[in-house]
């Protein structure tokens, strides 16, 4: 039995070269299934500010921003930069501590922009797939991360 060989080593050595590649391509697909999960929550908390700028005319825009991060719930809500605008007719303009800024028409005619950014980091290759928006918007981080930003225009005279 001199040239008989023994394959009792051959499935670990083979595991040991395919398990890097079958790990790497789960915390790939956990990674983009946060990414997702970062994305729709950023949408939908936008979508909820504009609402909530709406309904409360004189809220102050902490209490908006407040209202946004209420619904951030699985993000961190300390990273969230929330802006909040009227339209006073040819732009829109920021929303002022004291409410609705004079410049604007009244709550139920003029549209309301919210917009929302967050910044979110991968921890595999899949960051590549979301550059870096440069210059960084406000409140959102560095220019080293990927951001995921919403903006939700309401207008409840339509």
């Known amino acids: ?10 499935s ?4 040991a ?12 697909i956990l990674d983009m299934g946060r990414a997702v999960n970062a994305y729709v929550t ?13 309904l409360h005319p004189a809220a102050a825009p902490s209490a908006i921003a407040s209202a946004v991060r209420a619904r951030v719930a699985p993000l961190d809500e ?14 829109f303009a920021p929303w002022v501590v004291g409410g609705l800024p004079a410049s604007c028409p009244s709550a139920s005619t003029a549209p309301v922009q919210v ?11 899949i960051g590549r797939f979301f550059p870096a928006v440069s210059p960084p918007p406000t409140g959102c981080g560095t220019g080293s991360d990927a951001y995921f930003q919403a ?7 339509r």
């Open 42 to 54: 950023v949408s939908n908390a936008a979508r909820e500010g504009s609402h909530y700028a709406i």
């Open 78 to 91: 300390t990273k969230v930069a929330v802006a909040t605008y009227c339209y006073n007719g040819t732009t």
């Open 12 to 15: 670990t050595v083979e595991f």
């Open 115 to 125: 917009s929302v950014c967050y910044p979110w980091s991968a921890a595999t290759f």
């Open 1 to 10: 039995m001199l040239g008989a060989r023994s394959e009792a080593g051959t």
């Open 17 to 28: 070269l395919v398990a890097p590649l079958l790990f790497l391509l789960l915390v790939g």
């Open 151 to 157: 903006t939700s225009t309401t207008d409840v005279a």
